[in-house]
């Protein structure tokens, strides 16, 4: 069975909101603290519009709050079609495609509040996060690194690390999927019931010596040494 | 009664600092701060918890962020940080980094620290480390660097940019990148403090700062680095929309992403570069500290040069904390507006636009914070 265009928009608006949700915890503006720069108050209906959006991080805490989740819930689902209603009114969008986005924003906020709420049957988790980059930018780092390391005269044990590092990561991403999904359920193994999450260091992996070989491979084809 | 909302809370948990950064920004380095104005305590104050419980019972703030002086310098500080993730806030810790063994970086980022913001301000060492006043700086924050990417922590990486080091931008930035940095705050120095007895020393030109902008913009594109410029830069000065791929930030004062700070004593200000002092924890509610009207002066001020300025309410004259640091008014133009006035113009408003100034911002000011910023505030916590 398909799905419906319905399901969709509530996919599109979940996914907007995941997206919103990573740029808060990415580097942006502010004196000292990442955060997004000052709204420029301008108020137009558009910047009503896309207010709702940037409150989904309030709805996430006030979520904790069953009544005043609710609440937040509400408001942000009212204030969102008001904007919309106000577009529609100034001509500048279809009534059609406001509906389409107000179904986007309520299947967002809602999606958030779920995750948020302390409800039973959706426990919120924060599961371990082993972030590492792009298996091409990792490479890209260790160039670098190695060419500042001779051009900034570096501490070489410095340099040995962060270069084991990169290569940690590399050879993370090398391992195939089904041993990527059995560490992290080593992981949830160890972490048991009490929400302690151990260091991926601290486990003893059991990675094949072909994952291994296969690991040394990409990191030498990364770095453009398989020819040396 | 429904708690403040805030992006964030700063905390300096110490003032001492085991570095001598010239253009160190913290009020309390300057001499005309009155010493009766801020919390100085020779012996870092014992336990924090109290405070920590005290305020964020009192407000809605997801995001703490632990600066100084130098954080580390508090041997009780993974305590601090585990206290603070068990009451589910995620942390920054502003840091120099000079102090974060691998083994503390470990134990800061198992206790919960999302992410540090270290300095590093050259490729050269004897640049990086004179800049910091402290032999050893550059070795220390890219050791520092390392290790909290070896134990899959977080960093980003700040360059203050000066005369002394700004053309040491591209291969600061290429650094930071190949230490897996996760973004660079690009910040102009902002005199204050230490800082501001150096003003025509470090404060870069404006002709300096779009050669560093142009540099920032190409290499945040070509290493997928997201660089922010977190010290307002006035657009009458530099535009900014032509560094697309740059963030950006203004004054956040009395809005939700205003960036309250409190020190050891519970004295709160609008933030960690002001010395305005607006209440005290200890005495007053939380929300009645960061009252619109509490702040109103220090958000409506701008200098009279920027009265007329179509930009005025976005760009707000630059940092008003740093006019108030080095000029004792916040109706002064802040230093890099000041030094540079003679290539700036008030911005004209959009040709079709029916622009109206506000008429609160057209007032000229009567008053400034000194009143506010002199009000005794306590030295010692008091328990209730």
Redesign the interface.
């Known amino acids: 069975m398909g799905t419906t265009r319905r399901e969709f928009m509530r996919d599109v608006g979940i996914s907007i909101a995941a997206l919103l949700a990573m740029r808060c ?17 301008r108020g137009s209906e558009w910047d009503r519009l896309r207010q709702p959006w940037l409150d989904l ?2 709805l996430a ?1 006030d979520a904790q709050d069953s009544e ?1 989740g609710q609440a937040t819930l509400d408001r942000l689902k009212a204030e969102h079609r008001a904007a919309l209603d106000a577009l529609v009114s100034a001509g500048q969008i279809e009534p059609a495609v406001a509906d389409e986005m107000q179904i986007a924003f309520e299947g967002a906020a809602w999606h958030i509040w779920r995750a948020n709420a302390p409800m039973t049957c959706y426990v919120p988790s924060i599961g371990p ?3 590492v ?1 792009g298996a091409s ?1 990792l490479a ?3 160039d ?2 190695t ?2 390391a001779s ?5 070489p ?2 340099v040995a ?2 270069q ?3 290569e ?1 990561d590399i050879a993370y991403l090398s391992l195939p999927e089904e041993e990527q999904q059995a560490i992290m359920e080593r992981v949830m193994a160890e972490a048991g019931t009490g929400g302690e999450y151990p ?3 601290e486990l003893d992996l059991e990675v094949s010596p072909e994952s291994a070989e296969a690991a040394r491979l990409l990191v030498d084809l990364l770095l453009g040494r398989q020819n040396e | 009664m429904i708690k403040p909302h805030l992006s964030t809370l700063i905390f300096e948990v110490t003032q001492a600092c085991d570095h001598a950064c010239i253009y160190c920004y913290n009020t309390w380095r300057h001499p005309n701060v009155r010493p009766d104005t801020m919390e100085r305590t020779a012996t870092l104050p014992t336990d924090l918890r109290p405070l920590f419980t005290h305020v964020l019972d009192q407000v809605d703030c997801s995001l703490v962020t632990l600066t100084g002086g130098e954080p580390l310098l508090r041997p009780d500080l993974p305590e601090i940080v585990r206290f603070l993730a068990d009451r589910g806030k995620r942390i920054n810790l502003i840091t120099n980094g000079h102090r974060l063994t691998d083994s503390l970086a470990a134990e800061l980022i198992r206790a919960g620290v999302t992410l540090f913001e270290l300095p590093l301000l050259s490729h050269h060492r004897e640049t990086h480390d004179r800049l910091s006043g402290a032999p050893g700086a550059f070795d220390a924050v890219l050791a520092a660097l390392a290790h909290i990417r070896t134990h899959r922590g977080q960093a980003v990486v700040v360059f203050v940019a000066t005369r002394h080091n700004i053309a040491d931008l591209y291969p600061a930035l290429k650094l930071a990148f190949a230490f897996g940095a996760r973004g660079v705050m690009l910040n102009r120095f902002n005199p204050g403090g230490r800082g501001a007895a150096h003003i025509e020393e470090l404060l870069p030109t404006v002709e300096q700062m779009r050669g560093a902008l142009a540099v920032a913009e190409a290499a945040t594109q070509e290493f997928g680095l997201p660089i922010s410029c977190s010290i307002p830069i006035q657009p009458c000065l530099i535009d900014l929309d032509d560094y697309p791929h740059l963030g950006r930030g203004y004054c956040a004062a009395g809005s939700s992403r205003a960036y309250y700070t409190l020190d050891t004593a519970g004295n709160v200000r609008p933030c960690n570069h002001s010395p305005t002092v607006l209440g005290n924890v200890w005495e007053e509610p939380f929300a009645d500290i960061i009252a619109p009207s509490r702040l109103a002066d220090f958000v409506a001020a701008v200098p009279p040069f920027c009265v007329p300025c179509a930009r005025r309410d976005e760009c707000q004259g630059g940092c008003k904390a740093a006019a108030q640091v080095c000029y004792g008014d916040l109706y002064a133009e802040e230093p890099f507006l000041h030094l540079n006035s003679p290539l700036a113009h008030p911005l004209p408003p959009p040709p079709t636009s029916n622009f109206q100034p506000p008429i609160s911002n057209l007032q000229l000011p009567t008053s400034n914070l000194q009143g506010a910023q002199y009000a005794k505030p306590r030295t010692e916590p008091t328990r209730r």
């Open positions: 915890t990415s580097c942006q503006p502010t004196c000292y603290t990442p955060v997004p720069p000052t709204p420029s108050g991080d309030l805490r005043r996060e082993y972030w980059q930018n890209r780092q260790a670098v690194l060419e500042m051009a900034a005269d570096l501490d044990n410095t690390e962060a084991a590092a990169i940690q260091a991926l260091w």
